[in-house]
């Protein structure tokens, strides 16, 4: 089963004002934010990353073009696959307005309490729960593709949005779409995923500086002819032993 590194972009000039920018064109990192993703660029240095997967937006291309910009182990860092599914939620008539005004919207409680319900105004508004379905349906196919052409010892990133990170993790926790706002994902933060045959397994959630280096493939084990490793889906009795 690959590793799924979970990569929120950093901060971006619509963060730093305040407005929720939906699908805006032409919003970027801030310099803070750029700073971050050059930390995160050194962190992932140890790690081998067999693909990474962005959201179409420019904030989270520019985040992955700072996480390329450094070596891997083996080299140069494999090109991007844009995927319009890791697009962030589409906030229709809420798309570019003042976060202090729409929590004064009647539609913010159901957001906040009963967020499978909400479903943003105007005729390309989306419902929170129709972004989980599509963001969650392309993870579980790329973590697919990327087990075929790389194995299951490989480690791959997604760079994407904070409310769809949030909804990915939810799936992935087993947790209704409704106590999904109990989850954090801030800017340039890691959640690590495994996608085994029976569940999945979150590993860490919103990790802004923990070391990544534990996530880089192990050497590979001598293995008699014909044999091959199955993924557990066993969670271990009593707890796990750690990454290493």
Not at 134 to 147: G, K, L, M, Q, T
């Amino acid at each position: 089963m690959p590793t799924l590194l979970l990569v929120r972009h950093g901060r971006s000039t619509a963060n730093t004002a305040g407005v929720l920018a939906g699908w805006t064109p032409d919003v970027h990192l801030d310099d803070v934010g750029r700073g971050q993703a050059q930390a995160l660029a050194r962190r992932l240095a140890p790690v081998t990353v067999a693909s990474f997967v962005v959201s179409p937006l420019e904030r989270c291309q520019e985040t992955a073009g700072e996480l390329r910009s450094l070596d891997g182990p083996s080299g140069p860092r494999p090109d991007v696959l844009t995927e319009d599914r890791l697009g962030e939620c589409k906030y229709g008539d809420w798309t570019g307005k003042a976060i202090k005004d729409l929590a004064k919207e009647p539609l913010w409680r159901t957001v906040q309490s009963h967020p499978s319900a909400a479903v943003f105004p105007g005729p390309e508004g989306e419902g929170l729960a129709t972004m989980q379905h599509r963001a969650v349906a392309a993870i579980r196919e790329h973590d697919a593709r990327v087990a075929a052409e790389h194995g299951d010892d490989a480690v791959w990133v997604a760079v994407t949005h904070g409310d769809v990170i949030k909804a990915i993790l939810a799936d992935a926790l087993g947790m209704h779409l409704d106590l999904f706002q109990r989850i954090s994902a801030d800017p340039c933060s890691v959640s690590v995923i495994r996608y085994a045959p029976l569940r999945p397994f979150v590993i860490r959630m919103n990790d802004s500086g923990g070391d990544l280096a534990g996530f880089a493939p192990a050497k590979k084990r001598t293995r008699r002819a014909g044999k091959r490793a199955e993924a557990s889906s066993d969670a271990v009795v009593g707890g796990s032993t750690g990454a290493a």
